[in-house]
């Protein structure tokens, strides 16, 4: 039996693999990855290394075992039919007949465009009669500490979320849940809705980031309209912008408040602080 993580050279799928190894040993855990080399590391310590494509099915025949239980961590490409892409992977999870297949999802109660792959991935999973987990993953410190240039630069955080909040925690938080899903028992079938333990606002976050650098930075609430502008002005996608303007949207309808206590509860300690997130960042 192996523990197998598709995208595992992306950055929650090398989390997952990094805390996997705390609990098990090397060989038990499988990465698959487009390019080998970018997990050079990780085949020296002894874990099985499978190149595979999501828009190569043939790559993935043989690749899973009876028993395997797998990860299958969403892609990234919006414009290439994610929902086809993941069916490859449920498709060869159910011809190999692993013990269970774990979907990074999003929250069930996100309407934004964002999550209509989501959805369709879900359901295609529960057609496919593999046991399953879906971990509805809210949003990541990431997206917003990993951006900060932009922010420092102009003394400015600007959003179309208005006032609302968002339950956001660290990849490391969400790769733990993960992890605890992948090697305890009694998680077949569940549905998982994962965010922080605190729900924050643009304003806090812009007072978090004022009171961290010592500078005076301002909540600038936009349009979805004028959100998409910006981006697509700063060389973002137009279509990949008009999908995070309409997360700022359901933001601002409170779409991306997940209080379930599900991600401490499988993470086993608390969510990461955004205050932790944004000290780490700035210190980068």
Known sequence: MSIVVTGASGKLGRHVVEQLLEKVPAEQVTAVVRSPEKVAGLAERGV????????????????????????????????KGRVRQHSVVIDAAKA?????????????????????????T????????????????????????????PVLEHDAVVAAAGEGRV????????AAAAVTVLTGDGHENA????????????????????????????????TPEALTDI??????????????????????????VVDSGDLSRLAGRPTTPLSEAVAAALKD
């Open 231 to 256: 981006l697509a002005g700063a060389g973002v996608p137009e279509p990949v912008a008009a999908v995070l303007a309409g997360v700022d949207a359901a933001i601002a309808k409170g779409e991306l």
């Open 48 to 79: 099985r290394v499978a190149v595979a494509d999501y828009n190569a099915p043939e790559t993935f025949d043989g690749l899973f075992a009876a028993g395997d239980k797998v990860l299958l961590v969403s892609g990234n490409e919006f414009d």
């Open 122 to 149: 879900e359901q295609a999973l529960l057609d496919s009669g593999v046991p399953y987990v879906l971990l509805r993953n809210g949003w990541y410190h990431e997206n917003y500490t990993e951006n900060l240039a």
């Open 191 to 222: 549905t998982y809705e994962l965010g922080g333990d605190e729900a924050w606002s643009f304003a806090e976050y812009a007072a978090e980031l004022s009171r961290q650098t010592g500078r005076e930075i301002a909540y600038h609430p936009v």
């Open 167 to 174: 339950s956001s925690a660290s990849r490391a938080d969400y």
């Open 96 to 120: 190999a007949g692993v013990a269970l297949l774990a979907y990074t999802s999003a929250p069930g109660s996100l309407t934004a465009a964002l999550a209509d792959d989501h959805r369709g």
